[in-house]
């Protein structure tokens, strides 16, 4: 059967029919798809744009005007240590824990096109570094669909804490390969006029944020698409056939492993909160295979394969998934929404998703400028020392 399916004519037709069915049911049911349209765009206009294109500008002005080489300078001590990546790539892993996907790894895809990693680092790089931001998290996710900001400050620690496992594990990808390369190679100093680096780096950040926003939305329409079909269903009774397991929860699955924002929303409900919320963990370690096209969009003709990134956010979600369970049977023992969150409804039912998402924004920001500064601090007390030594 491998072999046939191998077969590009086999290939090719079974791509064909695929494009029949969904032509197809695109005609078929013209209302649902454009009102999937309509809320995928919203969602662009409302989430994606203000919260990624600020933060594709500063990974742009960061690499371009030389600030990920001073800052790899600082941190070079930590990095090589634990990650054993340059310390440039610092500006990667701090960008893609508060910017939210896919700024990591669009960042890091840059740090190694201009030759400040290697391309063994830029692969343990893009194992981890493109994470889901805080405002997503707590905003969407915690304050949206468990009503719990307790709830979403767990699912975010639980998911950076993963993240920095999955580095420390991938640390031994490639060997010992690629460290000798970067300890015999000293990268200068070079940076661009901040006229032409700025300018760039909004067109850049515009470009890739409509590419984006163009994967959410095709995304979007999938998935509503495979809802009033009923192939999604399908899928689900089969696979819980197969497993044992509620057909609920294959939905539910099956939806995050496609796209992370429409599966994520299916978690609000009354089923246990310790099952809903290691179903979050995982589908935010994975991401989901809109997230994917976009990292594979930016990959590009740079050379760097994508076993390495998927095989890392599968076991991001998979450690994800684990530690929650753990966590949440001690945290919260059994028990039921209602009873577990009761002293936070009040407080959160008055505050719209709006609101606590333009909260979240504004706290990403703020600790990014605080690493900033204290990255700032590290280098010039380096660079006094290193004059002092001259002298």
Known sequence: MARLLGKGQVRDLLLGLALLISGGALVVYPAQAMEAARGGLQ????????????FFVLSSLMVELGFAQYLGRALEPVMRPLFRVSGPCASAVALGFIGGYPVG???????????????????????????SGPAFILGVVG?????????????YLVHA????????????YGGRGGDGETARRRVRIQTERFSLAFTRAVKGAFSSTLNICAFVVFFTVVIRMLFVTGLLTLAAE??????????????YLLTG???????????????????????????????????????????????????????????HGTLSAAGMWL?????????????????QVETLAELDLQSALAASVVCAWLVWLAVFCVSLVMVRKNSGKGRRRIV
């Open 161 to 172: 804490l993963a993240s920095l496992c999955v580095g420390l594990i991938f640390r031994f």
């Open 105 to 131: 790894a669009r960042t890091a895809i840059q740090l190694y096109e201009k030759g400040l990693c290697t391309r063994t680092e830029a692969q343990r790089l893009l194992a981890f570094c493109n994470n």
């Open 143 to 155: 304050a949206g669909v468990f009503s719990s900001s307790r709830a979403g400050l767990l699912l």
């Open 257 to 315: 492993l496609v796209e992370i924002s429409s599966g994520v929303t299916t978690l609000s409900g009354t089923q246990a909160l310790t099952g809903r919320m290691s179903m979050a963990a995982f589908m935010l370690g994975w991401a989901g295979v809109s997230v994917h096209c976009q990292v594979l969009s930016f990959l590009g003709d740079s050379g760097l394969s994508a076993r390495t990134y998927v095989a890392g956010k599968l076991l």
């Open 238 to 251: 089969a696979v819980s056939g197969l497993l044992g397991v509620e057909r609920r929860w294959i939905e």
């Open 327 to 343: 966590l949440a049977r001690a945290l919260l023992p059994g028990e039921e929404v209602s009873a577990c969150l009761a002293e």
């Open 43 to 54: 969602l662009c206009a409302n989430v994606i744009i203000p919260s990624l294109f600020p």
